[in-house]
C-alpha cells in the first residue's frame, strides 16, 4: 500500500528562523514528487522533484529529493509570518498523474 | 497561468437532496481533473480522476453511484454527491492538469459542504 509520512506535523516558530519539513514515501511506480502549500483553501505548487540530488530553489525556500533513501525536505530560510501554512508532500505514481498527498506539515510563524 | 474555478464555494442541503458541485479551468484546457475530499486537519484524499470523454476512475472505496462525476468538455468537470447525508459534510476540492504536464496539478479554491 502506498504511504506517505510528513514530518514534524506541525512545528511553531519565530520569523527568521530556518525551518526543514520532512517526507518520506513508499509508492508504487514512483514517478516525481510535489511540495504544496495550503493557506485557507486550495493548495498552491511549490515545486516538483523528478531528480535526486539536485536542489531545487525559489526564493527562501527550497527542496530536494532522495531516491535512494525515499524522501524529501523542504527548507525555509528566514521564515516570515506568511510562511504560515500547511505544507504537503506528494508523491506522483505511475503514468495516470494520480498524487498521493501526505497529512501533512502545519507550519506556523510568529512574529 | 493556470486557473480553476469550482462553484458553488460553500452549500448546505438537506439529508437526502444532491449537490452539483463544478470545476472549471479557466485559461486552459484540462484532460485530467482530480477530485479530492479533505477532513478537517486531514490531507487531501484523492475520490476520482476524471477524464473527458470517459468515466472516471474511482477510488478504493468511494462510491460510484454516490459521487457522480461528469467531464463533458475540456474546461468542466462536474461532481455530484447523490442522496446526501451529514457525514458527506466535507471541503470538496478540484484539481486540473494541463496538457503535456503529468504530474502538475492546479487546484481550485473548494467547496464547503454542509449537510444537515
Known amino acids: 500500500e502506498d504511504k506517505v509520512v510528513q514530518s514534524p506535523l506541525s512545528l511553531v516558530v519565530h520569523e527568521g528562523d530556518t525551518v526543514t519539513l520532512n517526507c518520506s514515501y513508499e509508492?508504487?511506480?514512483?514517478?516525481?514528487l510535489l511540495w504544496y502549500k495550503q493557506e485557507k483553501k486550495a493548495p498552491t505548487f511549490l515545486f516538483m522533484l523528478?531528480?535526486?540530488?539536485i536542489e531545487k530553489k525559489s526564493g527562501r525556500l527550497s527542496s530536494i529529493l532522495d531516491k535512494k533513501e525515499l524522501f524529501s525536505i523542504l527548507n525555509i530560510t528566514a521564515t516570515q509570518t506568511g510562511d504560515s501554512a500547511i505544507y504537503l508532500c506528494?508523491?506522483?505514481?505511475?503514468?495516470?498523474?494520480?498524487?498521493?498527498f501526505g497529512q501533512g506539515t502545519t507550519l506556523q510563524v510568529k512574529p | 497561468g493556470a486557473v480553476v474555478s469550482q462553484h458553488p464555494s460553500w452549500v448546505i442541503c438537506k439529508s437526502g437532496t444532491s449537490v452539483k458541485i463544478e470545476c472549471r479551468s479557466l485559461?486552459?484546457?484540462?484532460?485530467?481533473m482530480f477530485w479530492y475530499r479533505q477532513f478537517p486537519k486531514q490531507s487531501l484524499m484523492l475520490m476520482a480522476t476524471?477524464?473527458?470523454?470517459?468515466?472516471?476512475?474511482?477510488e478504493q472505496g468511494v462510491e460510484k453511484d454516490k459521487f457522480l462525476i461528469n467531464h463533458a468538455s475540456l474546461t468542466l468537470s462536474t461532481l455530484t454527491v447523490t442522496s446526501a447525508h451529514p457525514e458527506d459534510s466535507s471541503f470538496y476540492i478540484c484539481?486540473?492538469?494541463?496538457?503535456?504536464?503529468?504530474?502538475?496539478?492546479?487546484f481550485g479554491p473548494g467547496t464547503r459542504l454542509t449537510v444537515t
Open positions: 506528494a508523491p506522483g505514481s505511475g503514468n495516470t498523474g494520480k498524487l498521493i
Open positions: 509508492v508504487t511506480n514512483f514517478r516525481s
Open positions: 485559461d486552459f484546457q484540462a484532460t485530467t
Open positions: 523528478t531528480s535526486s540530488g
Open positions: 484539481s486540473a492538469q494541463r496538457p503535456g504536464e503529468r504530474y502538475e496539478q492546479y
Open positions: 476524471s477524464n473527458e470523454g470517459s468515466k472516471a476512475t474511482y
